[in-house]
């Protein structure tokens, strides 16, 4: 008898030490994955010397990667933002993502990312607080920078960026991020959390993520309703602090009651348009319309929902019709990278988009602000100081 239950133990422990040395990693590794990879021996003439290569949307932190060493799975880390040449990445928080997830219809019953959290053996608050799993994260991005001895920075205010446009000039490989949270589930039902999370760097919100909350519909909940008191409230308090507001994976209707209220340009940090690819996540030509009077910025993504195809080509057919729809200076990439996806290529593989705007007619000058420099200019513009 005693011998079964040294055997059960020592089997058990085995099961939990493959468990958390595997299953974080597994996950990463089949999740992140890439339809194409840039080849070596293919060359873009002047892409190296686009003056700022940024993109919106990156849920890198979610993924315990060492950012500071290249890997040849997921999509981004430092060694593959400097050699794509980027400036900035904005880093966004991922932090309740329901079981079964579809971009049809989820309540909030359950939950993957707590487990998560615990298999990667993240702080105990983790595996039950979205708020806690939101700070974590945050804290990451911090801690590569203050790791990163003055290669990697985080920006938070229109000063930091300046700066850093300055300090880029002289020195290339110099790139940073930004924050932005995926969903305001994670204040916790609790306005004051917005404070927090401003203090903690957070500098633009989506109000919902994959299922409706106390602010507001998701468009992929299951009421897929409008804002509630408590979310008029926060759109004003975020107006207030100057939080940019994200109208990634919003309901239609919130979207036209935060356009309503928002006195701010706005962005739609990862997305594509239903002009070209006809589903529940994307943009209608009614909504481009109101964020392009409005200066905003729409970021278009790099995976296949958003955009209909696998590759370089389709993301720029889309980018093509916003242009043409509300000009150059209001679109931008908003890839989506190391969202549990498969984008058409990791970071380094950033030039093919080059290659394809040039077939869509695009200018040298518009393919710069296409790439990054309408990041830059609406950040300069809408950063609190
Ligand atoms: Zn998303």
Do not use: K, P
């Given at each position: 008898m005693k011998k079964i239950v040294i055997i059960i133990f020592a089997l058990v422990s085995v099961c939990v030490v493959l468990f958390f040395s595997y299953a974080p990693r597994y996950f990463d590794e089949t999740k992140n994955i890439v339809t194409t990879r840039i080849a070596e021996t293919d060359r873009y003439p002047w892409y190296d010397s686009i003056p700022f290569i940024a993109d919106?949307?990156?849920?890198?932190?979610l993924w315990d990667r060492d950012f500071f060493r290249q890997h040849n799975y997921g999509h981004v880390d430092l060694p593959r933002m400097q050699q794509a040449n980027m400036a900035l990445q904005v880093f966004t928080i991922v932090s309740k993502v329901p079981a079964g997830i579809n971009i049809e219809r989820n309540d909030d019953k359950s939950d993957q990312i707590g487990l998560l959290s615990f298999a990667q053996l993240r702080p105990p608050a983790t595996w039950f607080s979205a708020k806690e799993r939101a700070l974590h994260q945050i804290n990451q991005l911090y801690h590569f920078a203050d790791k990163s001895r003055g290669d990697f920075r985080v920006l938070t205010s229109r000063s930091d960026l300046t700066q850093f446009l300055a300090d880029r000039s002289k020195n290339s490989s110099l790139t940073s991020g930004m924050l932005g949270l995926e969903g305001a589930h994670c204040l916790e039902n609790e306005i004051n959390n917005l404070d927090v999370f401003y203090n903690a760097g957070v500098r633009y919100i989506g109000i919902t993520h994959f299922f409706d909350n106390e602010w507001g519909g998701s468009a992929h909940g299951i009421n897929k309703g409008g804002l509630t008191d408590a979310g008029k409230i926060l759109i004003r308090k975020m107006n207030e602090l100057k939080i940019t507001i994200d109208l990634a994976h919003a309901s239609p209707e919130l979207i036209d009651n935060i356009l309503a209220l928002t006195t701010q340009p706005l962005i739609v940090s990862h997305t594509g348009v239903k002009g070209v690819c006809d589903n529940q996540r994307n943009l209608s030509d009614k909504h481009l319309v109101e964020i392009g009077k409005r200066n905003g910025l729409v970021g278009i993504g790099l995976w296949e929902t958003s955009v209909c195809g696998t590759d370089a080509a389709a993301t720029a057919k889309s980018i093509r019709y916003v242009a043409d729809r509300i000009g150059v200076k209001n679109v931008a990439l908003g890839?989506?990278?190391?969202?549990a996806i498969g984008t058409h290529?990791?970071?380094?593989?950033?030039p093919l988009m080059l290659q394809a705007l040039e077939k869509e007619g695009f200018t040298r000058a518009e393919i710069e602000l296409i790439m990054g420099g309408n990041i830059r200019d609406f950040f300069l513009r809408n950063l609190p100081e």
């Open positions: 919106l949307h990156c849920d890198m932190l890839s989506d990278f190391d969202g290529f990791d970071a380094t593989g950033l």
